[in-house]
């Protein structure tokens, strides 16, 4: 669209033809005279001018959306007086006292009137200083567009992180994540912006929280971009596969990478995101790497090489593209230039041979504020190295008169479930969902439920996990207890332990809500029927949350007796959920077995349903297996050959025990022989040192088998089915705790292996009874406690396990650490060393240092925790006057690494015996040489490494 021409509707534009983000902020705002440490949201009301100033760039580059100056705007950053603080450390900044004009009119919120900024009281809203910054963030935004006539131009309203570490690994709880988004949103939205973009996102329930937060405070579109490190995973360990099946399940408009990464190091994640997303596809790399030159931050990627890549990844089926940290207008308007094609429609200083229309005033109070020495600054063309694919021919890639034909993005007609970790697809192959999470027909289960006793519900579903299961299935349904609370409280509990994705099994609409809504992931739901009251209650929940469907062929009529009749109620569940806006793909039809013992027909209706659903209605289908035995005897005989039959004739997913040997080998020898298990690998690992039991007659057949099974038993001492199911012998046995020093070998299998699962409880129950046994607890220490923490970290290290598991192994070890040390009082062990951490001045994120911080203490470190937003002047004197050997520094943001490096060079004056390690999301090993650290620490088992070496601890 070109000056002057009226905005459409975002989503009448979006994923339909070309559209741009602008770059970054904070960088840009670095050479306008951002400060270490200076709040960047603070300028929306001291520098105003330079604000706008920031978009109008951005706006004659060529973008159509672009961010207001919201990032780290939210009530944890700016409560209480919190703005009056920040705008008093402006005014020392700025040289500028108390009673100055300017001074005066940013505390009353009067300055910048004329851009439609309004005070209000203090009793309009409890975060006043929030409001204040948000609305004039957008206003600026408002103004910007007017006096470059951009009205075209769409204001996003820029949402990021909280900065702190959501439960159970942080202290911020869901609800409250929720309320602290949605209060920014209902002002940003009142304010008068266009749609939401939530960015820069690195754990998938923070992501969740803030997508509800949107779509429950505003009408507007909602876009999100999240952050994926080198690997394609987030910090707590998603996937682009596994956020992709959430965010798509809680219907945002649009999905997307940014920041972390420049172009070229993007492209397999874009290349993901192009095979899993059916949404328009949003990128937004860095200008590379930073690194500090000449006492300033800049970035590796140029503008042209910029570009170069950006023509590549939007030629990979992408359809918005834009910048973040280090690029500028300069960046933008090349990729502009680039992927839209110098013939195609241009904006202002796009291109000398475009006769550009009048601004107005635009050239009077909106000049560029980007000279080419600015520009010029950054590194040469191709100095980045990468220029081998997007840089060949380098300048005419970018500079070529042709652009990249819009593609739109095809809906990917997948059915996928999703964990915090994990995806995990329905079609490709049967899938096992893990059915011993229910009441129904157990006695153990029903007291446990009754008691609370949520131990023995979260080892049940470790155990289905370890044997095999895909999926569990969650069901906690008793008349007596409060099913929603209960609901809350194993789903919760479920996934803060094991990583497969839940299907959450409830009549009871109340319970599937809190279920829903709590779940970090995209969720089955078990279940709706042909019923129109069933239709009516569970739809709407899946349309507003995410989910796959079970489909249940029943409806007002009863379960019909033909496949004529169960295929008329799929059809009917098909076209309700079609009018609600859930695509087929996310409904899986139960066909319903039916016990044979009853009906002996039943098992060729149900199979004959199977088989209509795949080849007559391409849908996919569920079935629990064991119904159809129901008062039969040795049931495990005839629900193996069911499953089988079920498998040939189309069956999607089997609800089952994972742990019945007999339905596990009619599993794996089904994938051997459908060529679902490539080299029939799965099969050998789980039976090359099995043997085939003896099959007796008669009541001694129970007797022999344990439970009646004449299936295939493991030979090998201790191989459990779980260790035996895919992929999981090698890390079971190592698990399990082999290889370490065992004072009172179970005793000790079973602490190493509580620490390994991150169960707390069950980890200090088990140091008790080895305390109690005689174990002395150095010895425990030493040789347990210590060794399990190391298995986890190599783990993490290698990238088996991540960090919701690392942490919750960490608090595992902690519980066991407290139970120990109570029968160590008055033997107190010295600390290995005393270590300091903190979030540098002008940083409020203290994730990376609060999980630094657990790793340290559970490796025997005492740790002075300072905090955030800490002053270099404070860590100094703090490092003098306890005499501190090591002192680790954190910063996420770019604009805060300034902190950190006078920090270090403080340190270096004061007190140089003092080692120093870094890290954050924007440091590099070339980042921390250049301001002078001792150590860049990428995660948290790299800076417990460099601490047992400062201190002379072996590892």
């Not at 602290?180 to 304010?191: D, K, L």
Request: proline share 5%; with cysteine; charged share 25%.
């Amino acid at each position: 669209m070109g000056i002057g021409k009226q905005r459409k509707p975002l989503l009448e534009r979006l994923g339909k033809e070309w559209l741009f983000f602008d770059g970054g902020t904070g960088s840009v705002l670095q050479q306008k005279g951002l400060k270490g440490g200076e709040l960047p949201e603070t300028w929306n009301l001291t520098r105003p001018e330079d604000i706008i100033d920031l978009h109008c760039s951005y706006l004659k580059a060529g973008c159509d959306i672009f961010n207001t100056n919201t990032f780290g705007a939210n009530a944890l950053k700016y409560p209480g007086s919190a703005l009056t603080q920040a705008l008093a450390e402006a005014c020392e900044t700025e040289d500028k006292k108390p009673g100055d004009a300017s001074v005066e009119a940013a505390e009353d919120n009067s300055e910048g009137a004329s851009y439609g900024i309004k005070g209000r009281s203090p009793a309009e809203e409890e975060h006043k200083d929030l409001r204040r910054i948000v609305e004039a963030a957008v206003h600026l935004a408002q103004e910007a567009r007017r006096r470059t006539g951009r009205e075209d131009a769409y204001i996003a309203l820029d949402i990021g992180p909280t900065g702190r570490l959501m439960k159970p690994m942080g202290d911020l709880e869901f609800e409250r994540a929720v309320e602290i988004f949605g209060e920014v949103v209902r002002i940003g939205a009142a304010a008068g912006a266009d749609l939401v973009l939530i960015e820069t996102m690195s754990d998938s329930y923070e992501s969740k929280a803030a997508v509800l937060a949107a779509k429950e405070n505003c009408d507007l579109p909602v876009l999100i971009t999240n952050v994926y490190d080198k690997n394609g995973r987030l910090l707590t360990g998603g996937t682009v596969s596994s956020m992709a099946a959430m965010l798509e399940g809680l219907r945002v408009d649009g999905i997307g990478v940014n920041c972390g990464l420049g172009p070229e190091q993007m492209i397999p994640i874009v290349q993901q995101l192009t095979e899993a997303v059916s949404v328009p596809i949003l990128v937004n790399p860095n200008a590379g790497l930073p690194r500090v030159e000449n006492g300033r931050t800049v970035y590796d990627v140029d503008p042209e090489t910029f570009a170069a890549w950006m023509k590549k990844i939007a030629a990979m089926g992408v359809q918005a593209v834009g910048g973040c940290c280090g690029t500028t207008p300069e960046h933008i308007r090349r990729t502009v230039e680039a992927v839209r094609g110098k013939n195609g429609q241009t904006f202002a200083g796009n291109s000398p041979e475009t006769e550009m229309p009048d601004y107005c005033a635009a050239e009077q109070t909106c000049g560029s504020t980007f000279p080419e020495a600015d520009v010029q600054s950054l590194p040469a063309a191709g100095s980045d190295g990468g220029r081998d694919e997007a840089g060949k021919g380098g300048k005419g890639v970018a500079d070529a008169a042709e652009g990249v034909p819009f593609v739109p993005n095809a809906p990917k007609h997948r059915t996928v479930v999703s964990s915090y970790m994990q995806a995990v697809e329905i079609g490709k192959k049967p899938l096992i969902i893990g059915e011993r999470i229910n009441p129904t027909g157990k006695k153990k289960f029903k007291a446990a439920l009754r008691d609370n006793n949520i131990n023995y519900i979260l080892e049940e579903g470790l155990k289905q996990e370890e044997s095999g299961a895909h999926i569990l299935d969650v069901n906690v349904g008793l008349p007596e207890i409060d099913e929603p609370e209960m609901m809350k409280t194993v789903v919760t509990g479920l996934q803060e332990i094991l990583g497969l994705p839940l299907q959450i099994d409830t009549s009871d609409p109340a319970a599937l809500e809190r279920g829903m809504r709590l779940y970090n992931g995209k969720p089955m739901v078990n279940s709706v029927n042909g019923k129109q009251e069933s239709m009516d209650a569970v739809f709407p929940l899946v349309k507003k949350y995410g989910g796959v469907v079970v489909g249940l062929v029943l409806d007002e009529n009863g379960i019909p007796e033909t496949a004529d009749g169960r295929i008329a109620v799929a059809k009917k569940i098909y076209e309700e959920a079609r009018r609600y806006g859930i695509p087929r793909e996310d409904i899986v039809i139960d066909g319903l077995a039916m016990t044979i013992s009853s009906d002996t027909k039943g098992a060729l209706v149900t199979l004959e349903t199977l088989r209509r659903v795949r080849d007559e209605l391409h849908g996919h289908t569920i079935l629990g297996v064991s119904n159809i035995s129901f008062g039969l005897p040795l049931r495990q005989i005839i629900n193996a050959h069911f499953l089988t039959m079920a498998m040939q004739a189309g069956l999607s997913c089997a609800i089952m025990n994972p742990g019945n040997e007999d339905m596990m080998a009619a599993y794996r020898a089904f994938l051997a022989l459908s060529d679902m298990d490539p080299q029939c690998m799965g099969y050998i690992e789980a039976y090359a040192n099995a043997e085939r039991a003896v099959v007796k007659t008669g009541a001694s057949s129970a007797a022999a088998s344990g439970s009646g099974s004449a299936g295939i038993h493991a030979a090998a001492a201790g191989n459990s089915a779980g260790a035996a199911a895919e992929g999981n012998s090698a890390e079971a046995a190592q698990a399990a705790g082999s290889g370490f020093p065992q004072p009172g070998e179970a005793g000790a299998s079973a602490l190493a292996d509580s620490i390994r699962r991150g169960m707390a409880d069950n980890a200090a129950d088990a140091a008790r009874a080895l305390l109690d046994s005689g174990v002395p607890a150095l010895e425990l220490i030493n040789t347990v406690l210590i060794p399990a923490l190391d298995t986890v970290g190599k783990g993490f290290e290698a990238g088996t396990l991540f960090l919701p598991q690392l942490l919750m192994s960490a608090e595992a070890a902690g519980a066991a650490f407290e139970v120990v040390k109570e029968t160590m009082q008055g033997e107190k062990q010295p600390a290995k060393g005393r270590v300091i951490l903190a979030t540098v001045k002008g940083d409020i994120h203290d994730i990376g240092k609060n999980i630094v911080k657990v790793m340290l203490e559970n490796y025997g470190f005492e740790v002075l925790d300072l905090g955030k937003d800490v002053a270099p002047e404070t860590i100094v004197e703090k490092a003098v006057s306890e005499n501190i050997c090591l002192v680790g520094l954190s910063a996420l943001m770019t604009t805060t690494v300034v902190s950190m490096e006078e920090t270090i060079r403080r340190l270096r004056e004061a007190k140089p015996d003092t080692k120093v390690v870094v890290g954050g999301a924007v440091m590099t090993q070339e980042y921390a040489d250049a301001i002078g650290a001792d150590c860049y620490a990428p995660d948290a088992m790299a800076t417990v490494h460099y601490a047992e070496a400062v201190f002379d601890f072996p590892e």
